[in-house]
């Protein structure tokens, strides 16, 4: 008992008034180990509520990463007053320093702060399907400083989150997985257009990734120049590649319009000389 006694009490180092001991490292390293074990039973506990849907991934993602920030905060807390340093006092003789720093990194406590607003209130969440920017993608992780989104190319791409909480957001999957897209397309004007409607629908009805409620609508859209333009409206959950299922819809189009004899006009234009000057022939070269 002796033994241990020493072994806890051995000194590090000593600067004036402070020693590190051995027994100080020991408490340290106890509240890292209840911090991790606390975190492990929050992530099985949230693991096992988003596999019985209970509540979604993005709003589990979110509690969690709010309940590890507090933790590991208190745990850097306890573990300075555990090695012996008074918190009060180192806050407030490193007050003037952190203003002095605060103005030269502003932009990054902006993101600071957006990254606990947005988890806090859940507006963006993980695997969310947004558009910025001219870009779409599908959130993979929301940190503290920045978070990580996927584009259709599979490319990842670290964005600030004052981006998110700053700028305006296109959420494609903020209150329901499913959005509504449409597929345009023009046929001749000597086309049957109850058949096009007809052809449209089934080919709707046909995809295995369009919703079948809400149902799928045509609308005739104009009259254009060469062609009369319809739109295919449907909804699907599979958001983040529906380019893809436009296209297969588009494929699906052509073949039953050619089986059906239903033409996809191009624009023409008519060309009318209602004079030809007399000094030139009707070759075009100017005569002499």
């Known amino acids: 008992m002796k033994d241990v006694n020493e072994f806890l009490n051995y000194k590090f180092f000593s600067i004036g008034k402070f020693t590190l001991d051995v027994s100080d490292l020991v408490k340290v390293f106890i509240i890292i180990f209840i911090v991790k074990l606390i975190l492990w039973i929050v992530a099985a506990y949230f693991r096992r509520r988003v596999k019985h849907d209970k509540i979604d991934k993005g709003s589990a993602f979110a509690i969690r990463q709010i309940i590890s920030y507090f933790l590991w905060i208190a745990a850097l807390l306890l573990s300075l007053q555990a090695i012996g340093l008074n918190i009060s006092l180192l806050l407030a003789g490193s007050a003037a320093l952190l203003v002095g720093v605060?103005?030269?990194?502003?932009?990054?406590?902006?993101?600071?702060?957006?990254?606990?607003?947005?988890?806090?209130?859940?507006?963006?969440?993980?695997?969310?399907?947004?558009?910025?920017?001219?870009?779409?993608?599908?959130?993979?992780?929301?940190?503290?400083?920045?978070?990580?989104?996927?584009?259709?190319?599979?490319?990842?791409?670290?964005?600030?989150?004052?981006?998110?909480?700053?700028?305006?957001?296109?959420?494609?999957?903020?209150?329901?997985?499913?959005?509504?897209?449409?597929?345009?397309?023009?046929?001749?004007?000597?086309?049957?257009?109850?058949?096009?409607?007809e052809i449209l629908i089934k080919v709707a009805a046909e995809h295995p990734l369009l919703m079948k409620y809400p149902q799928p609508f045509v609308r005739l859209e104009a009259f254009a120049d060469s062609s009369i333009n319809f739109g295919l409206y449907f909804w699907t959950e599979s958001v983040f590649q529906v380019e893809i299922t436009k296209s297969e819809l588009r494929y699906s189009l052509i073949r039953a319009f050619r089986e059906k004899g239903i033409k996809i006009p191009f624009p023409q234009r008519d060309l009318h000389i209602l004079d030809v000057p007399a000094k030139f022939n009707s070759s075009g070269s100017e005569l002499s």
């Open 102 to 197: 605060g103005l030269g990194v502003q932009q990054t406590f902006n993101d600071f702060f957006s990254g606990i607003i947005l988890l806090m209130e859940g507006s963006i969440k993980v695997d969310d399907i947004l558009e910025f920017d001219n870009m779409v993608c599908r959130v993979q992780r929301i940190g503290i400083r920045t978070s990580q989104v996927e584009t259709r190319d599979q490319i990842s791409v670290i964005v600030p989150n004052s981006k998110f909480t700053g700028d305006s957001v296109i959420n494609w999957t903020h209150s329901k997985k499913a959005a509504r897209f449409n597929v345009q397309v023009g046929v001749d004007y000597t086309s049957d257009v109850d058949l096009v409607t």
